[in-house]
């Protein structure tokens, strides 16, 4: 999800939102009828396409074909850049030339071109769209963007540990904002939040110890999160799907201690029940809880000292996902990098383009230089 997104929270529905096919997007669901062939195709605009795409996706999300916040995401772009841009063109005029324009839009308003491209797909998907309801004969040449990967930054064991001490040290302190609010003045966060909550050490280490997204935070209730004692003890974690993946997490060890603190703390305020959410159970727009949890990281790491990574990336806390994916490939000995992905519920080829690829030589120099012992 592009940066952007979160400033659209407001007025989209939760991924949770039992009114979630009620709710339309004003920008790209207008009141006119669907679009027949009786219809002047001529009077047929890149925003009327944009409607019928989201309604043909909104059925691929019932059939359980893609995700509801994939879906969301697709509005947000659709109404942030591309109806705004391109929604008052006639859609049998669109050209090479327009698809351009909106890459030298977003260009200017700083987006990478991983976010392009992915706006690009959607566009193409809008166009494709207009052919396949015969509004147009075929889709232009869409100019090509080359994507250059940027692994995000996460933390070294050092920032880790700086990150977790702040946090602790900011428990119960209000946040900034709240002193240059006038009286009545209103925030996108209620002034009773502006408070560091007393989870977000837990939530950091969690993080690090668990491998999840940051999406999996917002869904995760005590239901889900079964503690496994054994030969080994960690968490067992059925979480909902993500990303098209459904498979169990295991966590590691210092996870059980992060969890039993947590869930002590929950029981103190009445929290603790196998439906109640694990953090911010409180807020039950899961989409906003978890904005907030973004919000006083983002304080967390202005305190610290650390909201760029090595390559001057901004810090959010995705980051904390990709420092226990890459702390694992430093630290774990002989782990393979099928099952730590298979198990941080992604693929070999993302561990290596946006995990491993901060990796050098000389931080496994140890393993590199290592012999197998002779068999007697």
């Known amino acids: 999800m592009d940066t952007n997104v979160i400033t659209l929270f407001n007025s989209v529905p939760a991924a949770n939102d039992s009114g979630f096919f009620a709710r339309t997007y004003s920008a790209i669901h207008t009141p006119a009828n669907e679009i027949t062939f009786e219809q002047n195709l001529l009077s047929v605009f890149v925003s009327d396409l944009s409607k019928g795409l989201m309604k043909a996706e909104a059925a691929r999300v019932q059939r359980g074909e893609i995700g509801r916040p994939t879906w969301q995401v697709m509005g947000n772009r659709l109404r942030a850049h591309i109806v705004p841009l391109l929604g008052d063109l006639p859609a049998q005029s669109i050209a090479t030339s327009d698809v351009q324009r909106l890459i030298d839009h977003l260009g200017e308003q700083g987006f990478t071109s991983t976010t392009i491209a992915q706006y690009l797909v959607l566009l193409r998907k809008v166009v494709m769209h207009g052919v396949h309801t015969g509004v147009l004969r075929e889709a232009p040449p869409f100019p090509k963007v080359k994507v250059r990967s940027q692994p995000r930054g996460s933390f070294s064991v050092s920032e880790y540990r700086t990150i977790v001490a702040t946090a602790r040290s900011l428990r119960g302190h209000s946040h900034p904002v709240l002193d240059t609010l006038n009286s009545g003045e209103r925030f996108w966060i209620a002034r009773e939040l502006l408070v560091m909550p007393e989870e977000l050490p837990w939530l950091i ?47 590691l060890r210092p996870a059980v201690r992060v969890y039993e603190c947590l869930l002590a703390h929950r029981g103190e305020h009445g929290h603790g029940g196998a439906e109640d959410y694990i953090f911010m159970p409180h807020l039950k727009n899961r989409e906003h809880a978890l904005a907030v949890l973004n919000f006083f990281f983002h304080w967390v790491l202005e305190k610290a000292g650390l909201e760029k990574g090595p390559l001057g990336q901004s810090r959010t806390l995705y980051c904390l996902r990709h420092t226990a994916i890459t702390l694992r490939l430093l630290y774990g000995q002989g782990i393979d990098m099928l099952t730590l992905a298979r198990n941080a519920r992604t693929s070999v080829n993302m561990v290596e383009r946006f995990y491993a690829s901060v990796l050098s030589g000389e931080m496994n120099v140890g393993l590199l230089q290592s012999r197998r012992s002779r068999v007697s």
Do not use: A, C
């Not at 491998?211 to 968490?235: A, N, Q, T, W």
């Not at 799907?241 to 169990?248: A, F, L, V, Y």
């Open 205 to 251: 280490r969690w993080m690090v110890n668990t491998f999840v997204r940051p999406s999996d935070i917002k869904l995760m209730k005590h239901k889900h999160i079964e503690v496994v004692r054994g030969k080994h003890v960690y968490l067992r974690m059925n979480l909902p799907e993500t990303k098209r993946h459904s498979q169990p997490i295991v966590s």
